[in-house]
């Protein structure tokens, strides 16, 4: 069964150093998304992503924030200047735009610690 | 803007009996999905079951199924005959229907507890 993979598992970094979390999303789908989850709270929507550019952000996705599609099959969130507060789980998620039969397929996170 | 509510931050049921899951949401659109996710201690969010808004009819998927109010704005999950694998997080999510692409708007969970 077609699956969305994200790499690394697990990354530490160090406050103030640039992460990039990969995803490669399933391959028929156009749509592409991260959302994160801070330890103990929900899961919050950052972006998305159609057609080589963002589609929709929130408030947490700042300056600070970047995503790209460099190739046919990667799907990256890059985070320029990590803070503390970013550690969380990093969420990526694919879906096709059927009506009726809409549905976000998730990877199985990234755990971001920032020290 | 839309918000979905999920009131109990945690609940428990013994083997096999039957529980139910609360959530409430919020939205002036008349076009959307919602859903249940479930995420394990993996931390993997895994759909479980996915309801239309312009569907009367109440999803179902094995063991579970939605108590679905529109007029109430209610999106309840039913889990029957509970395993110890359904013990995890549970999250209720809103999407807006007409615009492709759409973000997903989660409750903040219910942690269930399924005790031997």
């Known amino acids: 069964e077609p699956e969305v993979t994200q790499t690394p598992s697990h990354q530490v970094t160090q406050m103030g150093q640039e992460v990039i979390l990969r995803c490669v999303p399933i391959?028929?789908?156009?749509?592409f998304y991260w959302y994160r989850q801070i330890l103990g709270q929900k899961v919050e929507f950052l972006v998305s992503?159609?057609?080589?550019?963002?589609?929709?952000k929130s408030e947490i996705f700042d300056d600070q924030f970047s995503v790209e599609r460099p190739d046919g099959s990667n799907f990256t969130l890059k985070i320029r200047s990590t803070k503390l507060e970013d550690s969380a789980m990093y969420f990526c998620?694919?879906?096709?735009?059927?009506?009726?039969?809409?549905?976000?397929?998730f990877g199985q996170g990234t755990r971001l610690t920032v020290v | 803007a839309q918000t979905v509510t999920q009131s109990q931050p945690e609940m428990s049921v013994q083997e096999a009996e039957t529980v139910t899951l609360s959530c409430t949401y919020d939205?002036?659109?008349?076009?959307?999905?919602l859903f249940w996710y479930k995420q394990p201690p993996s931390r993997q969010m895994i759909l479980v079951i996915r309801?239309?808004?312009?569907?009367?009819q109440n999803a179902t998927e094995n063991r579970f199924s939605v108590n679905f109010q529109k007029a109430a704005k209610s999106f309840s999950l039913k889990i029957s005959d509970s395993q110890l694998g359904d013990t995890a997080m549970y999250f209720c999510?809103?999407?807006?229907?007409?615009?492709?692409?759409?973000?997903?708007?989660f409750g903040e969970g219910t942690q269930l507890t399924v005790n031997p």
């Open positions: 391959s028929n789908h156009l749509y």
């Open positions: 992503f159609y057609n080589n550019e963002i589609s929709e």
């Open positions: 999510a809103f999407m807006i229907g007409e615009t492709s692409g759409s973000r997903l708007t």
């Open positions: 939205t002036s659109e008349s076009n959307y999905y």
């Open positions: 998620a694919s879906s096709v735009f059927v009506p009726g039969d809409t549905e976000a397929f």
């Open positions: 309801q239309e808004a312009y569907k009367q």
